[in-house]
C-alpha cells in the first residue's frame, strides 16, 4: 500500500513527443546542436539561409535532409554521402539501404524514419548526427527579482531630473513672455495706426442707388448731342475764315485736323520696335549700331554715307530744314570741297579718295558648327544666332581687311566658349591674317548666348567650333 503513491509520483503526468536533435562535427568537434521541437524540413549547404550552414566542398547550396511529409521524416541522401541508420530493430549502412529498403527518386534515396531512429551521414570532412529523443519541457526565462529589479523612478538621477525640470520651466516661461511681448506691441501698433491715418468713412444714408432707365438715358444722349452742337457754333463763331468756303472745300470735315486710329496704332508699333533696337545687341542687326558699335573708334561719318548711298536713299546736308553748312552750301553728296585738311603727312589728292572710296563688298558664310560639349545649347542654334545678330560685325572685320588689300578672302576657324551666363568667354580665331583674327576676336567676346546646361539642369561651360568664310564680291 505505501509503495502504491510512489509508483503514481513517478509516472509522468503526461506523454510528451518526440522531436529531432541534430549535431554537426568538423574537425573532431561538435560545432553546432540543435533541438528542432517544430516539425519541418531541414536543409543542410553552404548557404546562410538553410538550418544548418555549413562551408563544405562536397555540400551543394541547398540540400534538404530530413523532409516532413504527413508529419512524418524522411532522410534524403545522394551518392557521395556515407553513413548508417539504426531503426531500432539494426544497424543498416546508406549502401545497403539502397539495395533494399530506400525508395530511388531520380538522383536521390528517400527513407523513411520512425520516432525511435537514429543514425550517422557523412559528406567529404562533416558528419552529421541525429536521433529522436523526447522533447524537454521549455526553461524559463530567468527574471530578477522584484527586490534587485526597482522601479522606473530609480532609475532616474535625481540631479539630472532636477536640472531637466529647472531648464524646462525656464524655457517655457521665455516663450511664454515673447509671445504675450509680440501681442502687446502689435496691438499697440495697429493702435497708432488707426489714431495716426484715418480712414474716411462714407454714412450709409448718404449714399443713393438709383438703377438707370429708359428716360434718363435719352437725356444723358440728348445733353451729349446739345453740347456738341454748341462747341461747333461756338467753333464757328471763332473761326474767320467761315462761309468762305469754295468748291474744292466741300469734301473736307469741320472738326480739327487730328491722327486716326490707324495712325495711332502704327506710332505705338513703331516706338515699340525702336524701344527694342535700342536694348538689342549693339553688334546685332537690330541693335543701333546695325552690326556696329558707336564706341568702335575705326567708324566714320564717311562710311556711313557710302552705306547709306548704296542702299538708294536721299541724304540731305542740314537735315533737310535749309540750314546753311560749312562748305559752299551745296546740298549734293560730295560736292562740296568743304575744309581742306592736311595731316601729318600730307596732303590728300582726290584719286586717292576715290581709291579709298573703291572698297569691295564682302560676303561671310558661316558654316561647320561643331560643340564639344552635351549641353542644351544646340550648334544649330548658335550658327543661327551669329547669322541673325552677329553677321554685320563680321563684315565690318571684313570690310577693314578689303580697305588694305581688295583682294584679301579665305577660311577662319574660330573656337570659343560659351560660359554659364550665355556670354562668351574664351575665344580663338585662326585664319589668313592676324588683324582680321583680332577684330574677330574682339567681336566674339561681347556674344551672348543661350544658357547651356547640363543633363541634371546646371548652367556649365559650353565649345564650340566654327567656320567662317571671308569672300569679296
Known amino acids: 500500500m505505501a509503495s502504491a503513491p510512489s509508483k503514481n509520483h513517478e509516472q509522468p503526468q503526461g506523454e510528451r513527443s518526440r522531436i529531432l536533435r541534430i549535431g554537426v562535427i568538423l574537425g573532431g568537434k561538435i560545432v553546432e546542436e540543435r533541438l528542432l521541437r517544430q516539425r519541418q524540413d531541414v536543409t543542410i549547404g553552404q548557404s546562410a539561409k538553410n538550418t544548418f550552414s555549413v562551408p563544405v566542398s562536397g555540400l551543394p547550396r541547398r540540400w534538404t535532409l530530413f523532409a516532413v511529409r504527413n508529419g512524418r521524416y524522411f532522410l534524403t541522401f545522394a551518392n557521395n554521402m556515407d553513413g548508417r541508420v539504426s531503426d531500432g530493430s539494426g544497424v543498416r549502412t546508406l549502401i545497403a539501404l539502397k539495395q533494399s529498403g530506400a525508395k530511388r527518386r531520380g538522383h536521390t534515396w528517400v527513407v523513411p524514419l520512425n520516432e525511435s531512429a537514429r543514425g550517422k551521414i557523412v559528406v567529404g570532412e562533416m558528419t552529421l548526427l541525429f536521433q529522436f529523443v523526447t522533447e524537454p519541457p521549455r526553461q524559463p526565462r530567468p527574471h530578477l527579482p522584484a527586490s534587485v529589479r526597482g522601479t522606473f523612478t530609480d532609475r532616474l538621477d535625481p540631479m539630472l531630473s ?3 525640470a529647472i531648464s524646462l520651466l525656464i524655457h517655457f516661461s521665455i516663450g511664454l513672455f515673447a509671445y504675450q511681448r509680440d501681442r502687446v506691441i502689435k496691438k499697440r501698433t495697429t493702435r497708432i495706426f488707426n489714431e495716426t491715418f484715418q480712414r474716411p ?6 449714399i443713393q442707388l438709383t438703377p438707370p432707365t429708359e428716360k434718363a438715358d435719352k437725356k444723358a444722349d440728348k445733353g451729349d448731342k446739345d453740347s456738341k452742337k454748341k462747341e461747333k457754333k461756338a467753333a464757328a463763331k471763332k473761326s474767320p475764315d467761315k462761309g468762305k468756303k469754295g468748291k474744292g472745300d466741300k469734301g473736307k470735315s469741320d472738326q480739327p ?21 535700342l536694348l538689342a545687341d549693339a553688334f546685332g542687326d537690330r541693335g543701333v549700331g546695325g552690326g556696329s558699335s558707336d564706341r568702335d573708334p575705326r567708324n566714320d561719318l564717311g562710311q556711313a554715307i557710302e552705306d547709306i548711298k548704296r542702299s538708294g536713299a536721299q541724304v540731305e546736308i542740314g537735315g533737310g530744314s535749309r540750314r546753311g553748312t560749312r562748305g559752299d552750301g551745296s546740298s549734293q553728296i560730295g560736292t562740296g570741297k568743304g575744309p581742306q585738311v592736311e595731316g601729318p603727312g600730307g596732303s590728300t589728292t582726290k584719286t586717292e579718295a576715290k581709291t579709298r572710296e573703291k572698297v569691295p563688298r564682302t560676303r561671310v558664310k558661316v558654316g561647320g558648327g561643331r560643340s564639344d560639349d552635351d549641353t542644351t545649347l544646340s550648334p544649330d542654334a548658335v550658327l543661327r544666332k551669329i547669322r541673325t545678330a552677329y553677321m554685320n560685325g563680321l563684315k565690318r572685320c571684313h570690310k577693314d581687311l578689303l580697305k ?3 583682294s584679301s578672302g579665305g577660311t577662319v576657324g574660330l573656337k570659343f566658349t560659351v560660359g554659364p551666363s550665355g556670354r562668351v568667354v574664351r575665344v580663338k580665331a585662326k585664319g589668313f591674317d592676324p588683324g582680321g583674327d583680332r577684330c574677330i576676336e574682339r567681336r566674339a567676346k561681347s556674344w551672348r548666348f543661350g544658357i547651356p546646361k547640363d543633363e541634371d539642369g546646371e548652367p556649365t561651360d ?3 567650333q566654327v567656320s567662317l568664310v571671308l569672300q569679296a564680291e
Not at 201 to 206: E, K
Open 201 to 206: 468713412t462714407v454714412a450709409a444714408q448718404d
Open 462 to 464: 559650353a565649345g564650340f
Open 404 to 406: 588694305r588689300d581688295p
Open 257 to 277: 485736323p487730328g491722327r486716326s486710329a490707324e495712325e495711332r496704332a502704327q506710332l505705338e508699333e513703331d516706338a515699340r520696335r525702336y524701344a527694342e533696337n
Open 162 to 164: 532636477i536640472i531637466m
